[in-house]
């Protein structure tokens, strides 16, 4: 019965191993840092960089309030609201 149980528990451990192998296949060290790194230049940056300016240019305009709209709503014949 011992030996059932360290079998069951050592395919378990290689099974799990071979998973945690299998993943790190496709991901290169070197590729990611170099990625990493690539997403830290100038042009990576630019887009984000221009979106913070416009939003800056957003708040620095001078904001003016909207003119309240004439609404004659007085009654010309007798002077009276309608």
């Known amino acids: 019965m011992t ?5 069951i528990v050592v395919l378990v451990f290689a099974v799990a191993l071979a998973l945690a192998l299998r993943g ?8 990611s840092f170099r990625r990493q790194i ?3 230049s ?3 940056r630019k887009p984000t960089i221009d979106q ?3 939003a ?3 708040i620095d305009k001078p904001r003016t309030k909207p003119r ?9 014949s007798n002077g009276e609201d309608s």
Do not use: C, T
């Open 3 to 7: 030996y059932v149980v360290v079998l």
């Open 24 to 31: 790190r296949e496709g991901s290169d060290g070197v590729d």
């Open 38 to 40: 690539d997403a830290l």
């Open 42 to 44: 100038p042009a990576a």
């Open 52 to 54: 913070v300016k416009s």
């Open 56 to 58: 800056e240019r957003e």
């Open 68 to 76: 309240p709209q004439s609404h004659d709503d007085v009654d010309d």
